[in-house]
Nanobody, 117 residues
Framework: QVQLVESGGGLVQPGGSLRLSCVVSGSIFSVYAMGWYRQVPGKQRELVASITNGGRTDYADSVKGRFTIARDNAKNAVYLQMNSLKPEDTAVYYC???????????WGQGTQVTVSS
């Protein structure tokens, strides 16, 4: 059974930084593109950053220039460095694969990021 465990969220002031981590177990992690998603109440889950198995990255316009996604295949981990955080970044952040000829893993519990003064 594949498990996704996110961590690193918390409360931060505008302009602050957080680093999120996601550890994947029960899967051959390295072959998949991975992404960070976020969801706020009343809105659909949004893909904010992705990284292919070859290391190519992509970002939603809303986070471009502020967030950086990285992966460590040896650790079955994917990270999201978030800088210059804004209140509108407040959401529950999830990791999962980026589907390509497959489906999402079962979603983990996510990690809450709250940006507030």
């Amino acid at each position: 059974q594949v498990q996704l465990v996110e961590s690193g969220g918390g409360l931060v002031q505008p302009g602050g930084s957080l680093r999120l981590s996601c550890v994947v177990s029960g899967s051959i992690f390295s072959v998949y593109a991975m992404g960070w998603y976020r969801q706020v109440p009343g809105k659909q889950r949004e893909l904010v950053a992705s990284i292919t198995n070859g290391g190519r990255t992509d970002y939603a316009d809303s986070v471009k220039g502020r967030f950086t996604i990285a992966r460590d295949n040896a650790k079955n981990a994917v990270y999201l460095q978030m800088n210059s955080l804004k209140p509108e970044d407040t959401a529950v952040y999830y990791c999962n694969l980026v589907p390509y000829g497959t489906s999402w893993y079962n979603w983990g519990q996510g990690t809450q990021v709250t940006v507030s003064s």
